[in-house]
């Protein structure tokens, strides 16, 4: 009866009218959202569309030095700050969310061979207040988050490197700098299918550990950037050590610092206090319809832990994985954010990996 009623629900998902009843609830939801918060163009928004006027006015310092690595979203505004309608890119990123959320549904449906499960996967994404919170923000978030599954999803479907996903790749590497922990290992996996056999099992893992002692080592980080890391703040301004006597530039620098103060086990806590941090979905500022709406999202953990362990020889189950490993470690390394948004470029992998785990656990049900 249960098994019935499930995979009624996952016929019901497939149908072609329930997409149009996704993005209505989309609709208002980003309405509600709307209402409550409006439209963040100030803080970090205000710095984007600064060097975007700079940048109209002829002046590419700004975008060549300081936001290269957001040089993709400053591209994106110049159009809506030529106009002097900022707003119009709201309507476009909301386009984005969907076009996003369509090729979601399409990589979890060629990973699951079910179609309601790819319709799964849409929904949740766009029904998701954790990311679609962003979507009404001036910020690079929901920008790198579609640019990013958009990226994965026609590198999955291309048959070899194409045009499309070298120009989607150049985007979402320069729309924020954690780009790189996706676009080299979707290539490097890409890769791993043209490679000779002996070669084949030692390409992720050992190209994957290069790109990540690369990104740790890059030198001339700016001093306010890497205090946090050697201090030992879990969420970056909240809290940590001294950091009297830290002259280094780079992330391994901060750590190295960060271990000599704390030794071995403090350097252990704070490094999972950081993971931890990262992967809770509740925060002590948000208020308490903000906090419910998120934690009802805890419920994917369960399955996604279900789905990567069931589906670990699966090809795509092990991008998302390397994927979700490599940024996690990232933060392990460095810091959280207070709200939470690092985690909101990771969420729509989570939850492929959840309907995976849903898929086996559904075909499991007596």
């Known amino acids: 009866m249960v098994i019935d009623r499930l995979y009624s ?89 969907i ?15 079910n179609v309601g ?18 979507t009404l923000a001036l910020y690079t978030e929901h920008f790198f988050t579609c640019m990013a599954i958009l990226f994965v999803e026609r590198s999955d479907r291309a048959d070899g490197v194409t045009p499309l996903v070298i120009a989607l790749g150049i985007i979402a590497l320069f729309a924020r700098p954690i780009g790189l922990f996706f676009v080299a290992p979707t290539l490097l996996w890409k890769w791993c299918d043209r490679s000779p056999g002996a070669l084949k099992p030692w390409l992720m893992p050992v190209g994957c550990s290069v790109l990540f002692l690369f990104a740790v080592s890059v030198p ?71 906090n419910g709406l998120n934690a009802v999202f805890y419920l994917l953990y369960p399955f996604a832990l279900y789905g990567l362990w069931h589906w670990r020889k699966n090809r ?23 709200s939470g948004r690092f985690m909101v470029p990771l969420f729509p992998w989570i939850i492929v990996l959840a309907v995976h785990g849903a898929q086996k656990a559904f075909s499991s049900t007596p």
Not at 117 to 134: E, H, K, N, T, V
Not at 316 to 338: C, G, K, M, Y
């Open 99 to 113: 076009l996003a959320a369509e090729a979601l549904a399409r990589f979890a449906e060629r990973s699951t061979g």
């Open 316 to 338: 795509r189950v092990q991008l998302v994985f390397i994927v979700l490993l490599l940024n996690s470690l990232l933060v392990a390394l460095t810091h959280d954010e207070w």
């Open 220 to 290: 001339r980080i700016a001093p306010a950037q890497l205090a946090p890391i050697a201090s030992g703040q879990v969420i970056a301004g909240m809290g940590g050590g001294d950091t009297a006597g830290f002259e280094g530039n780079t992330i391994l620098d901060a750590q190295r610092h960060l271990f000599g103060q704390l030794g071995s086990v403090g350097w252990a806590k704070i490094t999972l206090y950081r993971i931890g941090s990262l992967f809770t979905l509740t925060r002590p500022s948000y208020s308490a319809m903000h």
């Open 117 to 134: 499960l790819g319709r799964l996967a849409m929904a949740l994404f766009l029904l998701c207040p954790l990311i679609q919170s962003w």
């Open 9 to 97: 629900a996952l016929h019901q998902l497939s149908l072609p009218r329930t997409r149009w009843i996704i993005i209505g609830l989309y609709l208002l939801l980003l309405t509600a959202i709307g209402m409550e918060q409006g439209i963040l163009t100030d803080k970090e928004a205000l710095k984007y569309i600064g060097c975007a006027k700079d940048v109209l006015s002829g002046d590419f310092t700004d975008l060549t030095g300081n936001y290269l690595k957001y040089g993709a979203y400053v591209l994106f505004l110049l159009p809506f700050v030529a106009v002097g309608k900022v707003w119009l890119a709201i309507v476009v990123q909301v386009l984005f969310g």
